[in-house]
C-alpha cells in the first residue's frame, strides 16, 4: 500500500530526513513517535505531497513518486489524491459550516455534484457523531467537534491512506477520548493509517506497529508490546522513560 525508499527531505542545509524506507500494509495502523524534530511530520507532509521530497521515492497504492528527478504536476496530483491528512489544527474553513467543510473536497477535487456530495458529508458527519452539528460553523464547535470534522472531511476524499498529524494535541485533555475513539473505529474498519502522536495508549491500543524516529532516522519499528516494554534502542528507551 505504501512503499518509501530512500526519502531525503532538506530544507536549504537542514536535512530532516535522512534515508528513510519504510513500507505499510493495506490495513495496518502504524504510528509513528519520536521527539520533537525528528522528522515525523516531515514524513507525513513528503507522504501527502505537501513538502515535495529532496530525493528518493513514494509509491501508494500503484501510484509512483521517484524524486530523483523533476516530478511533474499530473504525477504530484495522482499522488496526492491517494492520501489524505489530519492536521493539529483542524484547518477547516471558518466561513463554511461542517456540512460544507466535508463537500467542499468531493466537490471542488473529485467533481461530485453537489446533492451527491451533501448526501456523502451528512453520512460522513454521522459517522464521526456529529449528525446533530450539520449547520454548525466552526467557531460554534468544540476543538473535539472540529477534529471530527476535519476527520470526516479527509474522509470525504476517499482516501487509500488516512494521515494524522497530532490529532489530539491542540485540544483540552478532556476532548482528546472523543477524537481517539473515532479514529479507533476507523482502525477497525480497516483503514490504512498512519498517525503522528503522543498518545502512548492509543498506540498501544489500536498500532499494529510503532515506528520510533530520531534526529531524522527511523531508529526502531516493533509490535506496541514489544516497543513499549522491550525496546532496543538506547535512544528508544530514553524517550519512552521520559514520557511513560
Request: charged share 25%.
Amino acid at each position: 500500500m505504501i512503499s518509501v525508499n530512500g526519502l531525503h527531505k532538506q530544507f536549504g542545509n537542514l536535512e530532516v530526513l535522512k534515508g528513510i524506507d519504510v513500507k505499510v500494509n493495506k490495513g495496518q495502523v502504524i504510528v509513528v513517535i519520536g521527539p520533537s524534530g525528528s522528522g515525523k511530520t516531515t514524513l507525513l507532509r513528503c507522504l501527502n505531497i505537501l513538502e515535495m521530497p529532496t530525493s528518493g521515492s513514494i509509491t501508494i497504492d500503484d501510484e509512483t513518486g521517484d524524486f530523483s528527478k523533476p516530478v511533474g504536476k499530473r504525477k504530484i496530483d495522482l499522488l496526492r489524491r491517494k492520501s489524505a491528512m489530519v492536521f493539529q489544527h483542524y484547518n477547516l474553513f471558518p466561513h463554511m459550516t461542517a456540512l460544507q467543510n466535508v463537500m467542499e473536497g468531493p466537490v471542488i477535487v473529485k467533481k461530485l455534484p453537489k446533492a451527491e456530495a451533501r448526501k456523502k458529508a451528512e453520512q460522513l458527519l454521522n459517522k464521526v457523531g456529529l449528525g446533530d452539528k450539520l449547520d454548525f460553523y466552526p467557531h460554534q464547535l468544540s476543538g473535539g467537534q472540529q477534529q471530527r470534522v476535519g476527520i470526516a472531511r479527509a474522509l470525504a476524499l476517499e482516501p487509500k491512506v488516512m494521515l494524522f498529524d497530532e490529532p489530539t494535541s491542540a485540544l483540552d485533555p478532556e476532548l482528546v477520548g472523543e477524537v481517539l475513539q473515532v479514529m479507533k473505529d476507523l482502525a477497525g474498519e480497516g483503514i490504512t493509517m498512519v498517525v503522528v502522536t503522543h498518545e502512548m495508549r492509543f498506540a498501544n491500543d489500536v498500532a499494529d506497529e510503532v515506528i520510533f524516529m530520531d534526529e531524522g532516522k527511523i531508529l526502531e519499528r516493533s509490535k506496541p508490546s514489544e516497543m513499549f516494554t522491550h525496546p532496543k534502542e538506547e535512544r528508544t528507551k530514553q524517550f519512552l522513560n521520559l514520557i511513560q
